[in-house]
Structure formats: structure tokens, C-alpha cells
């Protein structure tokens, strides 16, 4: 193999991996604060994209009602708590006005398509995770299969069958290392990290990523210091669509975008979630760069066993997390 | 009394309708990932149902019942079940993807009732063995476009070809016949690759391809799924020739496509450049009535080949209903889907959308080569005839 073949493929690998790395990092932090392993992640992931295509056709697309819809309910659910019905309503309307604003002005449809996509995380948590607290992971996995049918589903009529082609945010190709690399790509990248960043200071040093790392570690000593633990899951939720969007948004102008590529995106980021064992973060995002180098060698080498070879990959890191870990089993 | 009568004469009334009456089954992926290919079947068998695109058989008053699959086999296998035993078809026509076509063979086959499937896999008909005695189809196979393609690769010099397509039926059917024909017309196949169509990358295979230097790359893929790993071919910079299969014939495709599939080649049923065929290619006329009729109801260039498929089923199956009419009577429901399936193997000089269809107890296709395939370039986003094989 030649160095350039190489550097192709490395930088193939860091672009998706950079991908799998957010997804991953959106998992390890659902999973750490609400116990939920959020199997739809991959479908908003592609859902902030496809609207944005959508847009730029000049029609209003259905995940604008969907958002605007399921806050609504959120406000009906909550109607006895103060002020939050009206701001709920409030985010319906705004979301609604952010679809005819991404309609008028298609330079803004990306942020619009991220505004969108937005709610539904946190809507959904208060839907349907919020009213089942406690329940055991396994309750919550197969509420969160359901909910990925359901998206899966909702993403077919929303957007149809066929892919969609995305213009580039950064058009052209830079030259990193004497290799021709798609912006696009190097944006990416360079997006990714500086979400991680943002992301570890938010953890390390604000108060309210403190109180979430707090309620991931220990959820009964979070509440008896006056954390809430609902708070807690929504902002996390919300935190998770956030990157999943940003991340598709992204990611989709250097292919294309379809519903169906949801699911093998985020059960891609899964793995690598797996290999930082749902818990650590620095370990989530080396997972999702190992994912994508990985992906992207064995296309070169092997592309019928492609897939094959990157979900046995979980095999030698099970093995290896079951014999090294200590069984640790929180006590709730 | 009298009012058992009654009772009886209804009976006896609604049994002489019944004997005049032929009803076909139709099951289609008008919703599902197949869509975009059995939304014009459906419209174009609406279309037929109500009288607007060929007249009725003789002597005879034809029922349809259209059910959607949703892309689904185990939906069009239920379907199939459900049109044999509650609907009592004589003849049932779908199955718009492959995998679904496959699995209704076992159900048309034990039922004994005449088949015509509207996917393009070689498998669904051949061989012709105890069951498959039951299934016909319409659609060209790859076994026969793959001919068209490697004609035309060694037509113009290439030397070394490579293959990068679908991880799925479609994909290895093609890398099956693809590389069969290419070895036998002594063309090289450097590199094999596949890709799934969910992918959002596929720069490894491609590099891969690069690093062997084909003349000629063959995506085996169909639908906006086909667009990627052209796009990518281009932006790594391949200079050589970029063929397509005729799984990519729809307006999809050059949309999303765009400048990265200008100057592609693919193989393509006759239909889908139908105005610009000479006038002496067999199927013309009829893909230009079709064409009209189709484009009246649904706008201009809302035609597909894959409509023209049910189209060509539907002109097997009406020629072979007058023809089965001597032999049996409709009210007779084994005995005339016997004899309907006799009549739809015998069926000779049939002129369709996609060539001219003379069935054989050993092939339940038909379709000649030279009538049924031409090649078509992508030229400023629209297909243009490069050359037919006449």
C-alpha cells in the first residue's frame, strides 16, 4: 500500500470516525444520567439533514409539526406547573416560525434544520422515559427499540424513499499534509473537536454540568443535594440531539443523506460507546475514531466483510471489559 | 317461497356474471423503499382498469385487485395468499422487487395459479423447474443487460474492468452475471467490491478500484444509493469510462446525481429513450402510446421503464385471457388458471414497451437481447440513446 492510499483512507477514517466519535459521546451521556440506551439517536441524526434538504426544495418538512406537536403535548402534560406550558408553546410556535424562516432564507436552513430536530430528544424523554422512573435498563431498551420503529417509520413519510444531495458548508478541497482533503471534511473534524471541548468545560467547570455529572454518578446522592434528577435526564437529552444533529448536519454534505441510514450510524456509534463502556468519555471518543479507521481499512481490504469486521470488533472488547472490570453495580 | 325464489334466481344471475368475469391479483410495492419503482406499476394498471390505456379482452369483463406490499416479501407472500384464496384470482401479477418476487413463487406455485412478476432477477424464472412452471415475468435480467454492457465495453477497447456494487441480491446478481460475461469476452476484472446502500462512505473500495486502474468501472447499484459511489470515483479523480445499471433509470437519480453522473453509460430498456429510437425498432409505437397515455394522466416526464413492465404484463396477460377463453371457462377456477398459464407460455409476437415477448415451456421471459437492451448516456441531465445492439 502506498502512503498516499493511506493517508486517503486515515483521513476517510478520522472524518467518520470524528461522526461516530459525537454519536458515541450522545450515548455514554444519555446512558450515564437516565440509564437509557437511546437506540433512535441515529434516526435524529439523520432527521436534521434530510430537513434541511427538504428546505431547500421549498417545502415545509413533517419534522416541523412533529416538533412543534410533541412539545405541544409536553405543554398539556405539564399544564399545572407555572410558567413551563406557555414557554413550551412558546418553542411550538418558534419552531413552526423557524421552518418558514429556513423556507424564505435557505442559507440559514442548516441552523433551522438543527432548531427542528432540537425538541425532540427532551420531548421525548418527558413522553416517554420521564413517566417510568426507576424502571431497569432492559425496560428502557425495549421502549427506546419502539421509539426507533417509530422514527424509522415517521422518517419514510416524512422524506421518501430516495437519498438527498447536500451542498457543502465549506465547498473545496484543502491540502493537510500534501493530501488533497474535502473542507467539508476538515470542518468536520475540527467541529467535533471543538464540541468535545466545549463539552469537557461545560462538565468540568459549570455548575449545571456538575450537577449532571453528579446525578450520572450517584442519582440518589444527587437528589439529596437538591439535583433534579428529571432536569437532569432532559437536559441530557437535549445535549444528545443537539450533537446528533450538529453532527449530521455536518457530516451529511459529504455523501448523501437517506432515512435509512440512521440506524447502522448510530449502532456504529454504539459500538464505540461500548468500547469506553457506556462511561467514559475520552474513551467513547477514541472508540469512534477506532470505528471509523477501522471502517474505512477493512473497505479497502475486505468491503464484502466490511461490516462484519467492525461489529466483531465488540467480541475482543467484551471479552476484555468482563475480565478486567469489577463487577460494579450501582445500588439503587 | 317466493321469496327463495328470488334468493335462487340471484344466485343462479350472479353465477352467469361470474362466469364472464376474469380477476387478476396485483400486489406492489407502491409504499417501502421500492416506491419509486411500484408507484408507476400501480398508476399504470389504474390506468388499464379504467379502459384509458388498452382496450378490455373479448367476451370477457376483467376485475383487478391491487394490494401494496410495502417492499415487504412476507406482506407480498400474505398478499398473495389472501388474492388466491379470498379473491379467487385467475392470474397475479407484482411482485415489484426481487427478494418479494422469490418469495410468492412457493405460494402461486402451490395454489397452481399463472404468476407474472415484474422484478428483474434471472432467478425467478429460470430454471424452469415444478414450480417456477407457474411464474413468468416482464423485465429484462441481469444476465441480459450484462450482455448489453460488456458488448459495449469490448466495442470500444477496454482491456480491464472493475465492479463495485450492492452488498445485497442486486449487487451480487449483477457481480454474478457481470463477471461471467466479462471473462467470456475476454475483458480482465481487477477489482470486485461491494458497498451497502446505507453506506455514507465508500472511499476505501474506492481507492482500492483506483490503485488497479480499470478503463471501465461498473457501479452495480440502483436508485440515489448508485449516486455516492460515483461521486466519489469522480472526486478522487477517475478519468476512465462509469457505467450504471438499469436499476438507476429514474429521474431520482439524475437529480441528486447532478454533474457527477454527466457522461454515464448503463443499459437500458428500449422504452426509456423511446422518441429517439429509429423507427424501425420493433417496440417504438407501443412505448410511445404508452408514453402519452401515462404522461396525460400524470404530467410530462413522469414515465418510467418500470411502469412499461406492468404495462408488458398486462399485454402478455390479455392476449393469453382471449386465447385461454377456448380452452376453459372462468367460472371453472382450476381449469382456467390452467389453462391460462398455457396460454401465457404460448405466447408468441407479443410487442411490449420493452421489446417483443415469445415465451417458450423453457423460457418464461422471452425477451430477445437486440430488441430488449440499448445504451444510454447521461448528457445535461437527461438519458440520450448512445447505440442499440440492432
Redesign the interface.
Known amino acids: 500500500m ?1 502512503p498516499l ?1 493511506f493517508g ?2 486515515l483521513s ?1 477514517g478520522l ?2 470516525g470524528a ?1 461516530y466519535a459525537l454519536v458515541a459521546l450522545a450515548l455514554v451521556l444519555v446512558f450515564a444520567v437516565t440509564r437509557v440506551i437511546l437506540i433512535p439517536m441515529g434516526e435524529w441524526v439523520v432527521f436534521a439533514p434530510l430537513t434541511q434538504a427538504v428546505l431547500l426544495e421549498g417545502r415545509l418538512p413533517g419534522t416541523v409539526w412533529l416538533s412543534a406537536g410533541l412539545l405541544l403535548v409536553w405543554a398539556v402534560l405539564d399544564r399545572r406547573r407555572g410558567r413551563t406550558p406557555l414557554l413550551l408553546a412558546l418553542a411550538a410556535a418558534l419552531v413552526v416560525a423557524a421552518g418558514y424562516l429556513g423556507l424564505a432564507v435557505p442559507a440559514l436552513a442548516p441552523l433551522v434544520a438543527i432548531l427542528v430536530v432540537l425538541p425532540l430528544g427532551p420531548a421525548n424523554f418527558r413522553l416517554f422515559f420521564e413517566p417510568l422512573p426507576g424502571a431497569t435498563v432492559l425496560v428502557y431498551l425495549i421502549l427506546a427499540v419502539g421509539l426507533h420503529f417509530v422514527y424509522k417509520g415517521l422518517g ?1 413519510a416524512f422524506f ?6 447536500l451542498p457543502a458548508l465549506l465547498p473545496g478541497e484543502a491540502s493537510v499534509f500534501g493530501l488533497p482533503v ?1 473542507r467539508q471534511g476538515v470542518l468536520m473534524v475540527v467541529a467535533a473537536g471543538a464540541l468535545m471541548a466545549a463539552l469537557y468545560l461545560f462538565f468540568a467547570r459549570s455548575l449545571f454540568g456538575k450537577a449532571l455529572r453528579a446525578a450520572a454518578v450517584n442519582r440518589i446522592g444527587a437528589r439529596l443535594s437538591g439535583i433534579s434528577v428529571r432536569e437532569a435526564g432532559r437536559v441530557a437529552f437535549l445535549l444528545a440531539t443537539g450533537i446528533g444533529a450538529l453532527a449530521g448536519v455536518l ?1 451529511a454534505p ?3 443523506a ?1 432515512y ?2 440512521g ?3 448510530g449502532l456504529k456509534g454504539f459500538v464505540a460507546a461500548i468500547v469506553a463502556g457506556l462511561s467514559s468519555y475520552p474513551l467513547a471518543v477514541a472508540g469512534g475514531v477506532l470505528v471509523g479507521v477501522l ?7 475486505a ?2 466483510y ?2 462484519a469486521i467492525v461489529f466483531a470488533l465488540l467480541l475482543p472488547v467484551l471479552a476484555w471489559r468482563s475480565v478486567s472490570s469489577l463487577a460494579l453495580e450501582e445500588e439503587e | 317461497m317466493r321469496k327463495g325464489l328470488v334468493w335462487l334466481g340471484a344466485f343462479v344471475l350472479s353465477a352467469a356474471l361470474a362466469q364472464a368475469e376474469v380477476r387478476i391479483g396485483v400486489t406492489l410495492s407502491a409504499t417501502g423503499p421500492a416506491a419509486s419503482l411500484g408507484i408507476p406499476e400501480k398508476n399504470t394498471l389504474l390506468l388499464i382498469e379504467a379502459g384509458r390505456l388498452d382496450r378490455m379482452p373479448k367476451g370477457v369483463k376483467v376485475r383487478f385487485f391491487i394490494l401494496d406490499d410495502g417492499t415487504d416479501p412476507t406482506a407480498a407472500v400474505k398478499n398473495t395468499q389472501k388474492l388466491i384464496q379470498e379473491n379467487r384470482v385467475h392470474l397475479i401479477i407484482g411482485g415489484t422487487t426481487s427478494p418479494n418476487s422469490l418469495a410468492m413463487i412457493d405460494a402461486v406455485a402451490e395454489a397452481g395459479v399463472p404468476f407474472i412478476s415484474l422484478a428483474a432477477a434471472k432467478a425467478i424464472v429460470s430454471p424452469v423447474d415444478e414450480k417456477r412452471y407457474w411464474v413468468f415475468k416482464t423485465p429484462q435480467t441481469d444476465e441480459l443487460m450484462s450482455q448489453a454492457v460488456v458488448q459495449d465495453m469490448v466495442a470500444r477497447g477496454f482491456k480491464t474492468v472493475a465492479y463495485l456494487g450492492f452488498n445485497t441480491a442486486y449487487g451480487e446478481g449483477w457481480a454474478r452475471e457481470f463477471e461471467k460475461a466479462a471473462k467470456a469476452a475476454g475483458l480482465r476484472v481487477v477489482a470486485s467490491e461491494r458497498y451497502s446502500p446505507k453506506d455514507t462512505s465508500v472511499t476505501g473500495q474506492v481507492l482500492k478500484i483506483l490503485s488497479r486502474r480499470p478503463d471501465a468501472v461498473l457501479i452495480g447499484a440502483a436508485g440515489t444509493p448508485a449516486v455516492l459511489p460515483q461521486r466519489t470515483l469522480v472526486e478522487k479523480g477517475y478519468k476512465g469510462q462509469i457505467y450504471q445499471t438499469h436499476g438507476v433509470a429514474n429521474p431520482a437519480f439524475l437529480k441528486v446525481g447532478g454533474r457527477f453522473v454527466e457522461g454515464t453509460l448503463l443499459p437500458a430498456g428500449p422504452i426509456l429513450v423511446a422518441a429517439q429510437l429509429p423507427d424501425a425498432f420493433p417496440s417504438k409505437r407501443v412505448a410511445l402510446t404508452y408514453i402519452a397515455a401515462y404522461e396525460a394522466e400524470h404530467g410530462v416526464g413522469s414515465y418510467s421503464t418500470f411502469g412499461g413492465h406492468a404495462y408488458d404484463a398486462w399485454l402478455i396477460a390479455r392476449s393469453a385471457i382471449e386465447r385461454a377463453l377456448g380452452a376453459a371457462d372462468p367460472g371453472d377456477l382450476a381449469a382456467f388458471r390452467k389453462a391460462l398459464r398455457d396460454a401465457i407460455e404460448g405466447t408468441q409476437g407479443v410487442v411490449g414497451t420493452h421489446g417483443v415477448f415469445n415465451l417458450s415451456p423453457t423460457d418464461h421471459l422471452g425477451l430477445k437481447f437486440e430488441d430488449a437492451a440499448v445504451i444510454v448516456r447521461v448528457k445535461d441531465g437527461k438519458w440520450v440513446l448512445e447505440r442499440s445492439f440492432r
Do not use: R, W, Y
Open positions: 502506498d492510499i486517503f483512507l476517510d472524518i467518520s461522526l419514510l421518501g424513499p430516495e437519498q438527498f444531495g474535502p457530516v459529504l455523501s448523501n437517506s435509512e441510514m440506524f447502522l450510524l471502517e474505512s481499512f477493512s473497505s479497502f481490504f468491503s464484502a466490511k461490516e
